[in-house]
C-alpha cells in the first residue's frame, strides 16, 4: 500500500473550516485514501473514504486532486468535539480491507 | 447493534502471565483484525481473520495467538506477558471490499 505524509499538528477556530492535507505521491490506480479519526484515546472512527472523485458525506468532505497524488479532508465548521488525530491511509481492494497502516495522523486542535 | 465489543477494558498482568483479550461483533463481518496502539503512535496489525477459521499474521505478531472458530468472536491471547506488552489493544471488524472498518473501545494493558 501506498505511504502517505500529513502534518504533525494543525490548529482551526471554531465553527472554521478545517482543512487536513495528506501526500500519497506513490498511489497506485486501484488504491483508495481513507480518512480515519480518533478521539482522546477512543477507538479510531471512519470518516469518509474516495477513489478519484470528491466525496461528501454528513460527517466531512474528500477532495483528492485530479493526479491523485494528494487529497484534502474538509471538517466545513469544525467544533471542539472535533479535536482528534486524523489519519489517511491509502490502501487497495486486494488484500487490506481487513489490515489498516496507521501513520502518526495529524493532531488537530479545535480552539474556541 | 453493539458494533465490535471488547473486553475487558482494563487489565493488570504480571509478567509471565498469561490472559485472553475478548473481542465480538454483531454485524456478520468476515474480516477481524486486532491492533496495538503505543503511546504517540499510530495503530499496529498483530493478527488478522479473514473469515472463521482463517488466520493471519500482520505486522507485530510475536507473542500473541488467534483462532477464529466463529464469525463473531475473535479472541488475543498473550502466551506469556512481558512489560513490552503494555499497550492499547483494538479490535476491528468489516465486510471487506472497500468498506470501512469498525473499531471496538480498546482494551488498556499493563505488564509489570
Known amino acids: 500500500d501506498a505511504k502517505t505524509t500529513q502534518p504533525t499538528s494543525m490548529d482551526c477556530a471554531e465553527g472554521r473550516a478545517a482543512n487536513l492535507p495528506c501526500n500519497h505521491s506513490t498511489i497506485s490506480g486501484n488504491e483508495y485514501v481513507y480518512w480515519y479519526r480518533q478521539i482522546h484515546s477512543q477507538g479510531p472512527q471512519y470518516i469518509i473514504h474516495?477513489?478519484?472523485n470528491n466525496e461528501t458525506n454528513e460527517m466531512a468532505s474528500l477532495i483528492i486532486t485530479e493526479d491523485r497524488k494528494s487529497s484534502t479532508l474538509i471538517l466545513p465548521h469544525a467544533t471542539l468535539r472535533d479535536t482528534a488525530v486524523y489519519y489517511c491511509i491509502v490502501r487497495g481492494l486486494q488484500g487490506g480491507s481487513e489490515k489498516l497502516v496507521f501513520g502518526k495522523g495529524t493532531k488537530l486542535t479545535v480552539n474556541p | 447493534n453493539a458494533g465490535v465489543t471488547q473486553t475487558p477494558k482494563f487489565q493488570v498482568l504480571k509478567t509471565g502471565q498469561s490472559m485472553t483479550l475478548q473481542c465480538a461483533q454483531d454485524?456478520?463481518?468476515?474480516?477481524m483484525s486486532w491492533y496495538r496502539q503505543d503511546p504517540g503512535m499510530g495503530l499496529r496489525l498483530i493478527h488478522y481473520?479473514?473469515?472463521?477459521?482463517?488466520?493471519d499474521q500482520g505486522e507485530v505478531p510475536n507473542g500473541y495467538n488467534v483462532s477464529r472458530s466463529t464469525t463473531e468472536d475473535f479472541p488475543l491471547r498473550l502466551l506469556s506477558a512481558a512489560p513490552s506488552q503494555t499497550s492499547v489493544y483494538f479490535c476491528?471488524?468489516?465486510?471487506?471490499?472497500?468498506?470501512?472498518?469498525?473499531f471496538g473501545p480498546g482494551t488498556r494493558l499493563t505488564v509489570t
Open positions: 481473520s479473514v473469515g472463521a477459521g482463517i488466520t
Open positions: 454485524m456478520n463481518h468476515e474480516y
Open positions: 476491528a471488524s468489516n465486510r471487506g471490499g472497500p468498506y470501512e472498518q469498525y
Open positions: 474516495g477513489l478519484k
